[in-house]
């Protein structure tokens, strides 16, 4: 059964912290996106990799960077945690030949 | 880029009817794929169905089929004989293809089944 794990369901953090949200993928996909998830916003996408060490900013990059240091895991990084990055972040890796993208459970991180 | 729309934010449907949610996309790529995602109130986002850009036959997965008019850019999903445990947020997600390309949402439509 293919797998993403998402470190944390649901994570608390205050305005100013440096904030890291993990991501493992068991299916040795090149390709991994982080997005963040708002009522009537959909999914927008933050980063994405393609490779270990790649990364390409997505639609709103702003206050976020990211890590691909091994091909499994690719970790979200909020710099210096503001109020507006309250949100739903999901973690998706994507297989090569179908497109096709597997999901993690979902990080619900408030910002205080 | 890809822009997506999904212009019906909510629908509701009985038990056992068929419901459609719509979808348009805009891209410039003429080989992409084009997928229906479903989350239901667990979170856990799982693949609907799945339609190639150069297959002009409309993909089919049990009860969930789309309407793919590739001209008009348009790739909408077709429940047939709803059930509760359809109730979820769906979205749709065109995808270029190559290593490095994006993977691009809509805003979603919650669709609520009713007895």
């Known amino acids: 059964d293919v797998k993403v794990t998402q470190s944390s369901r649901y994570l608390v953090k205050r305005t100013g912290e440096k904030v890291f949200l993990e991501c493992v993928q068991d299916?040795?996909?090149?390709?991994m996106f982080w997005y963040r998830q708002d009522p009537g916003l959909g999914l927008r996408l933050i980063y994405f990799?393609?490779?270990?060490?790649?990364?390409e900013k997505g639609d709103i990059p702003e206050g976020y960077s990211v890590s691909r240091e091994k091909k499994e895991r690719f970790s979200l990084i909020l710099e210096s945690a503001s109020t507006n990055q309250t949100s739903m972040y999901l973690c998706?890796?994507?297989?090569?030949?179908?497109?096709?993208?597997?999901f993690g459970q979902g990080t619900r991180l408030t910002v205080v | 880029a890809q822009t997506v729309t999904q212009s019906q934010p909510e629908m509701s449907v009985q038990e056992a009817e068929t419901v459609t949610l719509s979808c348009t996309y805009d891209?410039?790529?003429?080989?992409?794929?084009l997928f229906w995602y479903k989350q239901p109130p667990s979170r856990q986002m799982i693949l609907v169905i799945r339609?190639?850009?150069?297959?002009?036959q409309n993909a089919t997965e049990n009860r969930f089929s789309v309407n793919f008019q590739k001209a008009a850019k348009s790739f909408s999903l077709k429940i047939s004989d709803s059930q509760l445990g359809d109730a979820a947020m769906y979205f749709c997600?065109?995808?270029?293809?190559?290593?490095?390309?994006?993977?691009?949402f809509g805003t979603g439509t919650r669709l609520q089944v009713t007895l």
């Open positions: 997600a065109p995808s270029n293809t190559g290593t490095a390309s994006k993977l691009t």
């Open positions: 891209t410039s790529e003429s080989d992409y794929y």
């Open positions: 339609q190639e850009a150069y297959k002009q």
């Open positions: 299916m040795d996909h090149e390709n």
């Open positions: 990799s393609y490779d270990v060490k790649m990364k």
């Open positions: 998706a890796s994507r297989e090569q030949g179908t497109y096709e993208a597997f």
